[in-house]
């Protein structure tokens, strides 16, 4: 077994696209358009096995969990062979970092967020 996908809420289909194939890199894997308004967004990382299902919040309770999926908790974690880098590309695209990168046992890591407020852990050794 595996996980093969993963749903995030968000605001737009677009302005999710935008920070995730834009700003982050990831490839768009589909975009389809399921008729109503509502779309099949798959997003990853280049060659992941995982992916984003990015899900437009339609009701109440979901537009009232848009960024907070995880009661403010770090709940993704992207990996990366050259922290550096990446880090230095996603200031450029201008992610915005709530820290300075800091060197743990398991790697560099800092966090940023998504334009929705989603935390995440960029990693790398």
């Known amino acids: 077994m595996r996980i093969g996908a993963v749903t995030l809420l968000v605001r737009d ?24 308004g509502k779309r099949w967004v798959r997003v990853a990382p280049k060659g992941a096995e995982t992916c984003l299902l990015l899900a437009k919040a339609t009701t109440p309770e979901q537009v009232a969990r848009i960024g907070d999926q995880t009661g403010g908790r770090v ?5 990366t062979d050259d922290f550096a880098r990446v880090h230095a590309a996603m200031l450029a695209k201008g992610v915005r970092f709530l820290e300075a990168p800091r060197h743990e046992a398991y790697g560099s890591v800092a966090v940023f967020v998504d334009p929705f407020g989603n935390r995440w852990d960029l990693i790398g050794p």
Do not use: N, Q, S
């Not at 289909?13 to 109503?36: C, H, P, Q, R, S």
């Not at 709940?75 to 990996?79: A, D, M, P, Q, S």
């Open 13 to 36: 289909y677009d302005e999710a696209i935008a920070f995730y194939v834009d700003a982050l890199g990831f490839d768009l894997l589909e975009d389809t358009d399921l008729g109503g």
């Open 75 to 79: 709940g993704f974690f992207l990996h």
